[in-house]
């Protein structure tokens, strides 16, 4: 099993950054892919990044690509998603998910078994 904890949201100007981090004490860390997806409010939760196991494949959503970057650390058990140039529209509270299909970044919230409870980030403009 993993045990998520997402930190680092806030409220923010537009134009600023945020990095968000994950974390998962457990031993089985480096055994997932992990995925960010947002969702705001009256919207369906959103893919905006992943990263393989390895960290050897990274995907990003349109809207974020050039502006947001996901990394991992297997050693420290964590993941970040740096975001730049934020807008109002990257307002929504941001999951961090872990999927078993370790060598692929999915897309679909269903191929992810666990998630965190969620970070919110709130971008003025």
């Known amino acids: 099993q993993a045990h998520l904890v997402e930190t680092g949201g806030g409220l923010v100007q537009a134009g600023t950054s945020l990095r968000l981090s994950c974390a998962d004490p457990?031993?089985?860390?480096?055994?997932?892919?992990l995925g960010w997806f947002r969702q705001a409010p009256g919207k369906e939760r959103e893919f905006v990044s992943g990263i393989t196991w390895n960290g050897g494949k990274t995907d990003y959503a349109d809207s974020v690509k050039g502006r947001f970057a996901v990394s991992r650390d297997n050693a420290k058990n964590m993941a970040w998603l740096q975001m730049n140039s934020l807008t109002p529209e990257d307002t929504a509270v941001y999951y961090c998910?872990?999927?078993?299909?370790?060598?692929?970044?999915?897309?679909?919230?269903?191929?992810?078994?666990?998630w965190g409870q969620g970070t919110q980030v709130t971008v003025s403009s």
């Open positions: 998910g872990a999927s078993a299909y370790n060598e692929y970044v999915r897309q679909s919230i269903h191929d992810y078994a666990y």
């Open positions: 457990g031993r089985t860390f480096s055994s997932w892919a």
